[in-house]
């Protein structure tokens, strides 16, 4: 092993760990943190006002199905690297990736019978 | 009968988690009935899985389909067999818990069997990354499970807390892992061993940094010192049966793992270790004794005894370089004692506040006897245990980690576990004194004891004292002596080609 | 010239950054997301060192992080809907927690 990997390496353990402590004694030293500022609001970035008013309730429903879709979405990233060896991989890569696409769509069924994907 | 046998426990545990989750918006199907499909599963797996008990070997099952992630050798044997009688006992001293009203629905024991799952593939896993992603499988579903019942207010909260700090810590490991694979070029149990052997000439101070990052995770899982905080309030805010999963099994998957971990490849950093784990055992020893003193909740006062626990466990975790297989067999004796003792204890109190409506704090136990003198000698016979007193599973288990601590040279480690235990007899006894020389005020009439929960938990009460007492009385009984055999010949799986 | 330094340096930053957002952020919403900036810190580690060694199990790993960061961030995420509900808010402070 190269020393200039030891050296990367070793800077980033301590970034890692060291960087943190600093934060937190800077915490302690420095001044309080308020409660009341513009930190937790849902629009950080300095929205005050919105149109429509902020406090609009939205149906659980949306939560549910964005929670389901982030678990279903991030599966392809399995897919891609198959899909680009598909031919190298041959009928083992064909029934790995059909085993996989099994499981989940045993996901899918419950998630159906459980009734979560019914809009009432 | 080939690879399959070598992975049948896993595919049955597996399988049977996908089946009940599929089943469990089958309106048909009762709660109760559900949970004897899980329990079906489950001694399927127990069974297949006793069928290479004690059998010295070590299998890289369809290693052209695994690529030698997933081993099966005596050592993962004998911890799935632990694990498989961690999650039935768990099913069978919640069997009245795990009611509709509590809103406990069949999807808790696809959960169950899930985690179960993942501990499994965390003890058979031959790699960082899959030990990673079993872990991971492990503490999502427990996450869930700590979350399950509706009547309990603290419930969201101790999820959350799991769930923050678990994921933290999941991300330490990880980091290490990419430590580890950044100085070695291997994420293999066994190659990384090779690679920091101090003949290869390579620096080794990142590996170092690595496993100790990995190290940290280990040390909260089991809610070691630095990092217990969570341990009293997560237990307390989970149902009853989950915190004596929690406590029992998952620990012993930890340590499995980390066992096998630190046997096969970190030998020679585990020696940078040693002042570090020598503070944290003597730290998590006082601290945990400290909390448990505190506490007038039984519940409270099990989950901090068991960082107790943990500070015993680590002692024999460090003497392990020095005298190598018999320290690796006093853990693996000592989690099997501590397992029986906590989950007796654990599922006795949930079965009694499930049918008695206990707050469980000490004074509720006054008197106990009078109402109940079948329960509470039970109860009194896993206190003991716990406490580690002679003829109970307790006493041997610290007998073999004490002695191993003092034949290692670590006598100031050996010295702080003993007075440990001395003062662990307080906060052990004082139930038991409550329980036997007070009038009963506040119970009166009890429902008599029914189902299996009460039958179930007189074979721990068996399982403990049998260990304790062992085969003075029974000659040719197997007995500790052949469980002591088989952790021996377990630890010498791990160093097969 | 970017060189393998540059990615760990990279790693070590969004790390620390991770690290602190998880202890110092009172938001539940953005503690996630400190969850997620860590997870990915480590992704990037494993991508880089993957590429320096061309050893491919480095960029299959960061696959399966990925994967799993999702799976707790929906179990994230229902507790945190489960939480709102409860309390009407996603504040930290109104849980008395993460600091004992």
């Known amino acids: 092993?190269?020393?200039?990997?030891?050296?990367?390496?070793?800077?980033?353990?301590?970034?890692?760990?060291?960087?943190?402590?600093?934060?937190?004694?800077?915490?302690?030293?420095?001044?309080?943190?308020?409660?009341?500022?513009?930190?937790?609001?849902?629009?950080?970035?300095?929205?005050?006002?919105?149109?429509?008013?902020?406090?609009?309730?939205?149906?659980?429903?949306?939560?549910?199905?964005?929670?389901?879709?982030?678990?279903?979405?991030?599966?392809?990233?399995?897919?891609?690297?198959?899909?680009?060896?598909?031919?190298?991989?041959?009928?083992?890569?064909?029934?790995?990736?059909?085993?996989?696409?099994?499981?989940?769509?045993l996901g899918l069924i419950y998630i159906y019978r459980s009734g979560a994907l019914k809009w009432q | 009968m080939g690879d399959i046998s070598y992975l049948l426990p896993l595919l049955f545990v597996g399988v049977g988690a996908v089946v009940l989750m599929l089943l469990s918006y089958t309106k048909s199907l009762s709660i109760s009935s559900i949970a004897k499909i899980a329990l079906g599963f489950l001694v399927l797996a127990f069974i297949s899985n006793v069928y290479y008990f004690g059998e010295l070997h070590k299998v890289y099952p369809y290693e052209n389909v695994f690529f030698g992630m997933i081993v099966s050798d005596t050592y993962s044997v004998y911890f799935n067999s632990i694990l498989l009688v961690g999650a039935i006992a768990t099913i069978l001293?919640?069997?009245?818990?795990?009611?509709?009203?509590?809103?406990?629905?069949?999807?808790?024991?696809?959960?169950?069997?899930?985690?179960?799952?993942?501990?499994?593939?965390?003890?058979?896993?031959?790699?960082?990354?899959?030990?990673?992603?079993?872990?991971?499988?492990?503490?999502?579903?427990?996450?869930?499970?700590?979350?399950?019942?509706?009547?309990?207010?603290?419930r969201v909260e101790a999820s959350y807390r799991y769930l923050v700090l678990g994921s933290l810590s999941g991300v330490l490991f990880l980091f290490g892992t990419a430590l580890i694979y950044a100085s070695t070029k291997t994420t293999f149990l066994g190659n990384i061993g090779v690679e920091l052997l101090p003949q290869t000439g390579k620096d080794i101070s990142l590996a170092i940094g690595g496993a100790t990052l990995i190290l940290i995770t280990f040390l909260f899982k089991i809610s070691a010192f630095p990092f217990q905080n969570w341990t009293i309030d997560v237990y307390d805010g989970s149902p009853l049966p989950v915190s004596a999963y929690m406590a029992s099994t998952f620990k012993v998957a930890v340590f499995a793992f980390m066992l096998r971990f630190v046997a096969m490849d970190l030998g020679?950093?585990?020696?940078?270790?040693?002042?570090?784990?020598?503070?944290?055992?003597?730290?998590?020893?006082?601290?945990?004794?400290?909390?448990?003193?505190?506490?007038?909740?039984?519940?409270?006062?099990?989950?901090?005894?068991?960082?107790?626990?943990?500070?015993?466990?680590?002692?024999?975790?460090?003497?392990?370089?020095?005298?190598?297989?018999?320290?690796?067999?006093?853990?693996?004796?000592?989690?099997?004692?501590?397992?029986?003792?906590?989950?007796?204890?654990?599922?006795?109190?949930?079965?009694?506040?499930?049918?008695?409506?206990?707050?469980?704090?000490?004074?509720?136990?006054?008197?106990?006897?009078?109402?109940?003198?079948?329960?509470?000698?039970?109860?009194?016979?896993?206190?003991?245990?716990?406490?580690?007193?002679?003829?109970?599973?307790?006493?041997?288990?610290?007998?073999?980690?004490?002695?191993?601590?003092?034949?290692?040279?670590?006598?100031?480690?050996?010295?702080?576990?003993?007075?440990?235990?001395?003062?662990?007899?307080?906060?052990?006894?004082?139930?038991?004194?409550?329980?036997?020389?007070?009038?009963?005020?506040?119970?009166?009439?009890?429902?008599?004891?029914?189902?299996?929960?009460?039958?179930?938990?007189?074979?721990?009460?068996?399982?403990?004292?049998?260990?304790?007492?062992?085969?003075?009385?029974?000659?040719?009984?197997?007995?500790?002596?052949?469980?002591?055999?088989?952790?021996?010949?377990?630890?010498?799986?791990?160093?097969?080609q | 010239m970017i060189g393998l330094e540059h990615y760990l340096v990279l790693t070590g930053i969004l790390f620390s950054i991770g690290i602190v957002g998880v202890i110092r952020r009172t938001n539940l919403l953005m503690l996630f997301f400190s969850t997620e900036i860590l997870l990915n810190a480590v992704n990037i580690g494993f991508a880089a060192v993957s590429k320096y060694y061309g050893d491919l199990n480095g960029q299959i790993f960061s696959f399966f992080i990925i994967a799993i960061a999702a799976s707790e961030v929906a179990v994230g995420l229902g507790l945190l809907v489960l939480w709102y509900k409860k309390e009407g808010t996603i504040d930290l402070t109104s849980l008395q927690m993460m600091k004992g």
């Open chain 2, 268 to 496: 020679y950093i585990k020696d940078y270790w040693d002042g570090l784990l020598m503070g944290v055992i003597i730290l998590t020893l006082a601290y945990g004794t400290f909390l448990a003193l505190a506490q007038n909740n039984l519940k409270r006062m099990l989950a901090s005894s068991s960082i107790v626990h943990t500070g015993y466990l680590l002692i024999a975790f460090v003497s392990i370089d020095i005298i190598g297989e018999s320290a690796s067999s006093s853990i693996i004796y000592y989690l099997i004692a501590y397992f029986l003792s906590a989950m007796g204890a654990f599922g006795l109190i949930s079965y009694i506040s499930s049918s008695d409506k206990l707050r469980l704090t000490y004074e509720d136990f006054k008197g106990f006897s009078h109402v109940r003198p079948y329960m509470s000698a039970m109860l009194s016979i896993f206190m003991l245990s716990l406490a580690g007193l002679p003829g109970t599973i307790g006493f041997i288990g610290k007998f073999y980690i004490f002695s191993g601590a003092i034949e290692a040279g670590y006598t100031v480690l050996a010295t702080s576990a003993i007075l440990a235990t001395f003062i662990s007899i307080y906060y052990y006894f004082k139930l038991i004194a409550l329980m036997y020389f007070y009038p009963s005020p506040i119970l009166s009439n009890v429902p008599p004891l029914k189902g299996l929960p009460p039958i179930f938990i007189g074979f721990i009460a068996i399982a403990v004292l049998w260990g304790g007492i062992g085969n003075t009385f029974i000659a040719f009984f197997p007995s500790i002596d052949f469980l002591i055999d088989v952790a021996k010949l377990s630890h010498r799986s791990l160093f097969l």
């Open chain 2, 93 to 154: 001293i919640g069997w009245d818990y795990f009611r509709p009203d509590r809103r406990f629905t069949g999807e808790f024991f696809s959960l169950l069997l899930f985690s179960t799952f993942g501990m499994m593939l965390l003890v058979q896993s031959a790699e960082l990354l899959s030990a990673f992603i079993a872990l991971e499988i492990a503490s999502l579903s427990l996450y869930v499970m700590i979350g399950f019942q509706t009547d309990n207010i603290r």
């Open chain 1, 1 to 105: 092993m190269s020393a200039q990997l030891v050296l990367s390496l070793s800077v980033v353990l301590i970034l890692a760990l060291g960087v943190p402590v600093l934060f937190l004694l800077s915490s302690k030293l420095g001044p309080q943190e308020s409660t009341k500022n513009s930190k937790n609001i849902p629009y950080e970035s300095g929205i005050t006002h919105c149109v429509g008013g902020c406090d609009n309730r939205f149906s659980v429903k949306f939560y549910l199905v964005a929670i389901l879709f982030v678990l279903f979405d991030v599966e392809i990233v399995f897919m891609f690297p198959w899909a680009v060896r598909v031919r190298e991989l041959g009928y083992f890569g064909l029934f790995e990736m059909f085993a996989f696409i099994a499981l989940l769509v």
